[in-house]
């Protein structure tokens, strides 16, 4: 919505005000909505643009607010579900060939790295009983998270 | 809140033209404004619905060629939803 509205579609003054008010609406969403589907709906939108290639912006704007939500997640906690979320990362990891994970700069990588520092920041060693409730007990091997 | 005064809202937002969707607009306005709590609970129980609503008035605004788009609706139309999603307790619903 913010690529559609930034593209100097409307008079000047307009336009400034429809970007301004609608990354507004974005802080919003990502400060009241459950973090939980706010970060899994991200990734699926992070997901469906690295593979398109159509509009870099796009997927950089999806980052943008993957790191303010990560940034966001220690006032969250009590919201923060972490095996949902952990699932989640391995499900955009599984996307990924091994040799596309370790192309630099890759920003969705780094994406998944900060929200897991996070994690591990927020729940400690507990962590690791979330990681076993949800991404080992998924069907597709973890090659990366765990690492 | 009446749940068919809603249903007409909600159809004047799908369907409707843009006087009717400024209509809608004006009256859930008046409902985020209102103090009325049997109001504010309808809202919630009835978010995702009114939220699906307007993601897909919003789409159709967007995808029309710039000259189409009725920017003074758009504003408004912002400006109402930037009130809804700052509800916290609406939006936890959703």
Known sequence: MLVQTDQSRFESKDNVSIIKIMNSIILRLLENSDPNRSIIALFALASKYRKSQEDDRVLGL????????????????????????????????????????????????????????QLVNLFGQRILQFYAQSVQAHPSEDKYLKK | MEEGLFEKCLELLRRGSIAGKLDALLFIQDVISSENQGNKEFLETNAGTLLSVLQTVLSNLLSKPSSKVPIKFLLYFLDLVHKLVTIKSFLKVC
């Open chain 1, 62 to 117: 999806v980052l943008k607010c993957i790191l303010k939500l990560a940034n966001a997640l220690r006032t969250l906690v009590s919201a923060v579900k972490p095996d949902k979320i952990l699932l989640e990362l391995h499900l955009f990891l599984l996307d990924y060939e091994d040799d596309q994970i370790h192309v630099q700069p890759n920003i969705p990588i780094k994406a998944v790295k900060i929200i897991l520092q």
